[in-house]
Nanobody, 123 residues
C-alpha cells in the first residue's frame, strides 16, 4: 500500500533552516521520481522540488531556487528537503509524492497525498 509520511516541520524564524523528511512505503524510491509540494492557507498546492529516480538530477521551483535542496537515501527509502534562508511566504503544509519526471509539477497526476508536515516561518 502506497504511503508517505512527512516529518520535520515546525516553527522557525525568518532566515532559519529546517530539514523535512519523507518516508515512503509500498514502493521503492529507486524506481520513481519524487517531488515535494506545498500548500499555503487559502492557496492551491504547488510544486516545490523534485529528484529523479537515480538522484542524479533535481529541479526547484523559481521561488525556492538557491535556498532549498532535495536529496534522497534509497537505502532508507526516504527523501529530504533541506530548506535554508526561510521566508514567511514559505509557510505551508509540505507534502511529498512520486511521479514521472516529465509531469512532476502537474498536480492533476496525483490522486493520493499523505498528511504533510506544517512549516511556519514567523518571528
Amino acid at each position: 500500500q502506497l504511503e508517505f509520511v512527512e516529518s520535520g516541520g515546525g516553527l522557525v524564524q525568518p532566515g532559519g533552516s529546517l530539514r523535512l523528511s519523507c518516508a515512503a512505503s509500498g514502493f521503492l524510491l529507486n524506481y520513481y521520481a519524487i517531488g515535494w509540494f506545498r500548500q499555503a492557507p487559502g492557496k492551491e498546492r504547488e510544486f516545490v522540488a523534485a529528484i529523479t529516480w537515480s538522484g542524479r538530477s533535481t529541479r526547484n521551483a523559481d521561488s525556492v531556487k538557491g535556498r532549498f535542496g532535495i536529496s534522497k537515501n534509497n537505502a532508507k527509502n526516504t527523501v529530504y528537503l533541506q530548506m535554508n534562508n526561510l521566508k514567511p511566504e514559505d509557510t505551508a503544509v509540505y507534502y511529498c509524492n512520486r511521479g514521472t519526471w516529465a509531469t512532476m509539477a502537474d498536480l492533476r497526476t496525483y490522486d493520493y497525498w499523505g498528511q504533510g508536515t506544517q512549516v511556519t516561518v514567523s518571528s
